[in-house]
């Protein structure tokens, strides 16, 4: 399942705060041998210098 939204938020490459495209994705992470959490990935697109960053945060089901 992959989710794509628009927020306005301070890029760390150009400076600017700037539109950017976030693609959300729910990917498993293991934490620990044999324990999977459920992590959030998200990938924002900054839309004035085109950066990538990656972002994984904690998902609450
Ligand atoms: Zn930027």
Excluded: S, W
Aim: hydrophobic share 30%.
């Amino acid at each position: 399942m992959t989710t794509t939204k628009r927020e306005v938020c301070h890029c760390e490459k150009c400076g600017n705060e700037a539109e950017m495209t976030i693609t959300c994705q729910l990917i498993d992470v293991e934490v620990q041998p044999n324990v999977v959490k459920k992590k959030e990935k998200q990938t924002r697109v900054c839309t004035v210098c085109g950066n990538e960053a990656d972002m994984i945060i904690d998902f609450d089901e």
